[in-house]
């Protein structure tokens, strides 16, 4: 279903596709990005499984969406953000796929925070 999901937007995008999803960009989906948001957690908020589930679907539209867009423009595609998400959990979770243990949900935090803010150091020290 996912691969189906990235041709249907390569589609969208592409030659005889929808004049609108065409003429999108990263900054005029923003708006589209924080709306659909705010419904997750107004269905989160309700309780209302059915809407969180068509919500966290037009939030999974909107990566696809950009990802799309900057496949195009040569910066990168939907497997290098989900390459880019696996190495970040695995790496902010020692304790689970290295030798550290934690017990609890407070430690877990504070570890990625710590984990986090070396990250951001060493990304800055590298620009």
Known sequence: MFDELISVMATLRGKDGCPWDKH???????PYLFSEAD????????????N??????????????????????GLFDINGVIDTLVRKLKRRHPHVFGGKKLTHPHEVVAQWEKIKKREKRNKNRKR
């Open 39 to 50: 419904e997750v957690k107004q269905a989160v908020k309700k309780k209302d499984w059915d």
């Open 24 to 30: 999108q960009d990263h900054s005029s989906l923003l």
């Open 52 to 73: 969180l589930k068509e919500e966290l679907g037009d939030i999974l539209l909107q990566v696809v969406f950009h990802s799309q867009i900057a496949k195009e423009n």
